[in-house]
């Protein structure tokens, strides 16, 4: 039981160790534990940096030697003094066509002395503390940028893999490759293709052999059998060669123009500064997916990392090594090995140390053939066909292609420029272009207004505007997050005039509860002729995704009941009715994201489905005692329109107005699908009615995913007591033998109003139909009572009181409850059917997922996965 827990009276007391008053308690020296994940980890690490780091050396035509001490300094320096604990630093490709260039123009020692000196301007950085700054660019030049330098390291290692040598430039590369095709050496050519061969195949090797086999790691064994084959055939080839240490040639004075020698340490503290940050944020997104029982491992300080980066690359360039900077596929492995902590980043620089002083025979029978092979696949790897489909579908593709011609043709910090210019230009491009439009449906005339207006649209604006006839009806839609002065006095102008003369304007925007005239809210301008009364008091702000509001009348208005000083929650007639960007779910159809029709706290009730396409309940199950506060502009009409002088109608209508004016367009598709093939969900989803549990927001699913059960108490009646009540037996029954669901999901939550009237009833109160129904909730009381089982619990931290450590009891017992019933018990028998607990803590916003084991009832918190596109 974890120390959390409240002591119970049957557990025996602690040893008490007593000192001297008003004095520290002894204290006992920490003995160096290293945990058997760090030790695993760290050799599949090394066994990956190993023939990598020699790769990578020879890529850039520096002493072979300078990898193993690049990969040695990066596991000890930065593994220990880096604010990423998990990430491994050493020689990356990505600095591969940098550091080639630096030994081609001004020598192997100048260039050591260039990595001293950007591992000395990292320091500075660090110190700054502007390492966050680093992230603000632009993910497509970053990609673009690894995609320029793979695609110039895989056209120079096709030279070498042909049995050529490479050239110092992409261009010079590319002319030579014909003539590199027909003069091709068929040993070196051989070896390089058995090398591809086994790098391709190795992963994909099939069957429970296969899962064995892939944990040795794929770059050693495509060396290894390329190394055997070449050694046992008698191949003759170029193969790596080691000098001995003493002739190692460490760094000298920089030698070279001012200028020049400035430029490329910029270069270089910019790629290994840039490469290492972006790593230890995906390293945290690999920690955060690992499963729940993995041990914790706190998220990286981005400046102590650009610290230990700097550290690493001063002592790797004085003592003759390469250029330093977090390395993807060694951090992805570490991360998978399970490794726990920065342990295994420094055995790994250990390993390396041991390999580089007594392996020197075993690593020169490595053909260069070989080493160039793996080197070349790394580098198309770079070209990665997700990064261009993200860089795609955010439009930004021009971006990734300028930045990646650009270090292909030009270099890395030219390239670099290059994106960032074509970056601003997008970016000012997509300030001005605003698309407005005109089109008159049924007497309507609309006026949509895509983008930012600015007094550069105002022309067209005015056009489109005038295009309205006098004494029309007109609805301007406003799609946008900004507006200039000149823009809003020619909105409001026009819209002064037009209703002088008889016409009606609806404005509907991104933002409300703002006022006329106010300077920040030309998108809140009230269309004139319209009730706006509840708005102009509205004190709301967009809080969520989906931009509900909460608005509040001021004290001077009348409740629903009519009493003075009680404020009523109601609605922004011109709040926000846009919705979030919708995506694709799980059925290939469009689902919408944003909530329209309302949020956590606007509705409640025992509703069977949840609302389609929103993570909230049916329309109809809004409350009159909570305000919705979601529709955009006014709802108008005549004849069937709910009574406006009821608040609780003018909320519904507002709600369902929004949803079809926005929402419908986005779920139509999808929901018509789902008309057709009818409802297939996977999970039955049993929770309370509480309106702050929104079930399809805190699971992220949409229509069609979730057939959801909600009464008072997330209760399941034990089969046979229903007394007359059969709808939640009914509910399970329908899911499990008819929709056949394969999992049942029982959730209860913080602050459960149920679970405080148990604690709070008296035995012979008056028995109301809240307290017949609360009696299946009894025996959840009874567990918690009873000291001989153990207590459901939360893994973090003690329950905060008895209301919430009744609720975790009640959805351990709710479980039990469910197995009773005898369509779930066929199912699980089959094994066709899961059960699972879920607790969900209001005031957090985190969701607690039961995982049983060793006879304890632990929620576990649900971590943040990794959400790249």
Known sequence: MSACVPTRADEPRREEHSHEAHSPPPTRRRRPHIAGADLSASIAVFLIALPLSLGIALATGAPLQAGLVAAAVGGLVAGRLGGSPLQVSGPAAGLTVVTAELIHRYGWRTTCAITVLAGLAQLGLGLLRVARSAL??????????????????????????????????????????????????????????????????????????????????????????????????????????????????????????????????????????????????????????RPAQSARVGRSH????????????????????????????????????????????????????????????????????????????????MVSLHHIRTVTRHREVLVYAVTTLGVVLFGVLEGVALGIAMAVGVALHRLTRTRITHDETEGVHHVHVRGQLTFLAVPRLSRALHLVPQGAHAVVELDGSFMDHAAYESLQDWQNTHTVHGGTVELVGRRSGVRIGEPTGPAGLQATGIVADESADCRCHPWTAWRNHQCELPE?????????????????????????????????????????????????????????????????????????????????????????????????????????????????????????????????????????????????????????????????????????????????????????????????????GAMQTLLTSEPGASQTPLRRWLRHGRPSLERMSDKSRPW??????????????????????????????????????????????????????????????????????????????
Not at 568 to 580: E, L, M
Not at 663 to 679: C, D, I, K, N, S
Not at 792 to 800: D, E, H, I, W
Request: proline share 6%.
């Open 792 to 869: 459901a619990r939360l893994a973090a931290r003690a329950p905060a009181d008895a209301v919430e450590q009744l609720c975790l009891t009640n959805v351990v017992q709710q479980l039990e409850h469910l197995r009773a019933h005898e369509s779930v018990a066929r199912a699980l028998r089959a094994g066709a059917l899961e059960l699972h607990g879920m607790y969900f803590h209001v005031g957090e916003a985190q969701a607690y997922l039961l995982a049983e084991g060793h006879g304890d009832k632990v929620f576990d918190h649900v971590g943040v996965a990794d959400l790249s596109a």
């Open 302 to 381: 981005l400046d102590r990392e650009l610290l230990g980066q700097g550290a690493a690359n001063v002592v790797s360039g004085a003592l003759g090594g390469l250029p330093i900077a977090g390395v993807a596929v060694r951090s992805s492995a570490n991360v998978q090995a399970g490794a726990v902590s920065r342990n295994s980043t420094m055995l790994h620089g250990v390993l390396v140390v041991v390999a580089a002083l007594l392996m020197v025979p075993i690593l020169e029978l490595i053909p260069l053939a070989s080493l160039a092979a793996l080197v070349m696949a790394v580098g198309i790897q």
């Open 136 to 289: 603000a660019v632009s993910p497509a030049i970053v990609h673009g940028m690894l995609a320029g330098i793979g695609v110039t390291i895989a056209v120079a290692q096709l030279h070498i893999v042909l049995g050529g040598i490479p050239h110092s430039s992409v261009l010079d590369n590319m002319r030579e490759l014909p003539a590199q095709l027909a003069g091709v050496h068929p040993a070196a050519l051989s070896v390089s293709v058995l090398t591809l061969a086994v790098l391709v195949t190795w992963p994909r090797i099939p069957g429970r052999a296969g899962r064995l086999l892939r944990k040795v790691p794929t770059p050693l064994v495509a060396v290894a059998v390329a190394t055997t084959t070449a050694s046992l055939t008698g191949l003759r080839l170029p193969k790596v060669d080691l000098p001995s240490w003493s002739s190692h040639a460490l760094a000298a004075l920089p030698d070279g123009p001012v200028l020049g020698l400035v430029a490329a340490v910029l270069t270089v503290t910019l790629v290994c500064s840039v490469q290492s940050l972006l790593g230890a944020v995906a390293v945290d997104k690999l920690v955060a997916g």
């Open 556 to 752: 001077a208005a009348l409740s629903r009941d009519g009493q003075p000083g009680e404020a009523q929650a109601t609605g922004s007639d011109d709040s926000d009715g846009s919705t979030a960007p919708s995506d694709t779910d799980a059925h290939g159809g469009t689902r919408d994201t944003g909530d329209t029709v309302g949020g956590p706290g606007d509705a409640g009730g025992t509703d069977g489905l949840t609302h389609p396409g929103h993570p909230h309940d049916s329309p109809a199950d809004v409350g009159e005692d909570r305000g919705t506060g979601t529709g955009t502009g006014t709802v108008t009409g005549t004849g069937t329109s709910p009574d406006a002088s009821r608040p609780s109608a003018r909320q519904l209508a507002r709600g369902i107005s929004a949803f079809q004016r926005n929402t419908a367009p986005l779920v139509r598709g999808e929901l018509a699908r789902l008309a057709r093939e009818g409802q297939q969900p996977s999970q039955l989803f049993l929770t309370c009615a509480d309106s702050r549990v929104v079930t399809s927001m805190i699971t992220s699913s949409g229509p069609g995913d979730l057939f959801v059960v909600r009464n008072v108490g997330n209760l399941v009646p034990l089969p046979g007591r229903e007394s007359g009540d059969d709808s939640v037996a009914a509910a399970i029954e329908y899911a499990v033998d008819v929709l056949q669901v394969r999992s049942i999901t029982v959730c209860g939550h913080s602050g459960c």
